[in-house]
T-cell receptor
Framework: EAQVTQNPRYLITVTGKKLTVTCSQN?????MSWYRQDPGLGLRQIYY???????DKGDVPEGYKVSRKEKRNFPLILESPSPNQTSLYFC???????????FGPGTRLLVL | AQSVTQLDSHVSVSEGTPVLLRCNYS??????LFWYVQHPNKGLQLLLK??????LVKGINGFEAEFKKSETSFHLTKPSAHMSDAAEYFC????????????FGTGTRLTIIP
């Protein structure tokens, strides 16, 4: 089954404790991206990747890192999480930015 | 530069009546436009997309949208609302030249009254 998976689905952590949210897709897509969803703000793109080893900032990249060492994986790293990064995070993949985006189920993060 | 404005944060309609969700965009170049739907506690799913072909686009579940360049609009419509249409809807824009970033609207929550 074609899908985008994210882990973990729920995470509670404390300020400053590094964490990684994994994202994997099995559709051989080149384009992958991370979004955060906050009430009243919709989805905002954090980072995107056009292909392996090619990443670029979205609209809200501060406090986040990404890497794309393999085509199927695109982890999101929070080196020193802060409470303002409490949010719902979505990973998505597609064959290009102007193609249909396939979204993962979301990761709900709470930073205390 | 690109941006998208969803004119209503919340729309309520009675079951069986028409649905209209409004979206205006701006883009430095010709745009590609999308509508995505998010049901409660779910991820997002594509409803329909416009990528410079026919201006009237038909999507899943009876939804359609019309690209109007003169009005910079891409409103989503459905002739008859169903209870299962209750969800949040997002309009998305990307310029067809110059960048690879997607810009989402802030969303419209659609409530269906039985």
């Amino acid at each position: 089954e074609a899908q985008v998976t994210q882990n973990p689905r729920y995470l509670i952590t404390v300020t400053g404790k590094k964490l990684t949210v994994t994202c994997s897709q099995n559709m051989n897509h080149e384009y992958m991206s991370w979004y955060r969803q906050d009430p009243g703000l919709g989805l905002r793109q954090i980072y995107y990747s056009m292909n392996v080893e090619v990443t670029d900032k979205g609209d809200v990249p501060e406090g986040y890192k990404v890497s794309r060492k393999e085509k199927r994986n695109f982890p999101l790293i929070l080196e020193s999480p802060s409470p303002n990064q409490t949010s719902l995070y979505f990973c998505a993949s597609s064959s290009g930015p102007r193609k249909t985006q396939y979204f993962g189920p979301g990761t709900r993060l709470l930073v205390l | 530069a690109q941006s998208v404005t969803q004119l209503d944060s919340h729309v309520s309609v009675s079951e069986g009546t028409p649905v209209l969700l409004r979206c205006n965009y701006s883009s430095s170049y010709s745009p590609s436009l999308f509508w995505y739907v998010q049901h409660p506690n779910k991820g997002l799913q594509l409803l329909l997309k416009y990528t410079s072909a026919a201006t009237l686009v038909k999507g899943i579940n009876g939804f359609e949208a019309e690209f109007k360049k003169s009005e910079t609009s891409f409103h989503l419509t459905k002739p008859s609302a169903h209870m299962s249409d209750a969800a949040e809807y997002f309009c998305v824009v990307i310029s067809n030249f110059g960048n690879e970033k997607l810009t989402f609207g802030t969303g419209t929550r659609l409530t269906i009254i039985p």
